[in-house]
């Protein structure tokens, strides 16, 4: 695929996830909101990269990885909403932090990254 295609696919699919995401968090599905919240910013993030550096995307789920290795200058707070994004991919997948996991992402805590997101 050419460059722009590749970005195009990258921003269609996290638009796709952004409405599941979206979907999930008015039903109060909210772990699942937030897990797909963290592949919109990862998927978006990826379209930057293949715009900028290379059509080859880095095979890493570490939102401040991907948002470095595209060149963008990120402030304090933006790093660390990624680095906090990104755990949301962990917690969402693996047993033993889905548990403690489950009992965090209320409406209010998954409602304050849902509209950053």
């Known amino acids: 695929m050419k460059k722009d295609e590749i970005v195009k696919y990258w921003i269609e699919s996290a638009d796709l996830d ?27 993030l990826k379209a930057c ?3 900028n550096v290379d059509r080859e995307i880095p095979y890493t789920h570490d939102l401040l990885k991907i948002a470095e ?9 933006q790093k660390l909403f990624l680095d906090e ?14 548990k403690k996991f489950y009992k965090k992402a209320t409406g209010e805590f998954s409602g304050q990254y849902i509209v950053k997101i």
């Open 49 to 51: 990269y293949a715009k």
């Open 18 to 44: 952004f409405r599941a995401m979206d979907s999930l968090f008015s039903n109060s599905h909210y772990v699942w909101a937030l897990f797909i919240g963290h592949l919109v910013i990862e998927k978006l």
């Open 69 to 77: 290795k595209s060149g963008l200058e990120l402030t304090n707070d």
């Open 85 to 98: 994004v990104t755990t949301f991919n962990m917690r969402a997948r693996y047993p033993d932090y889905k």
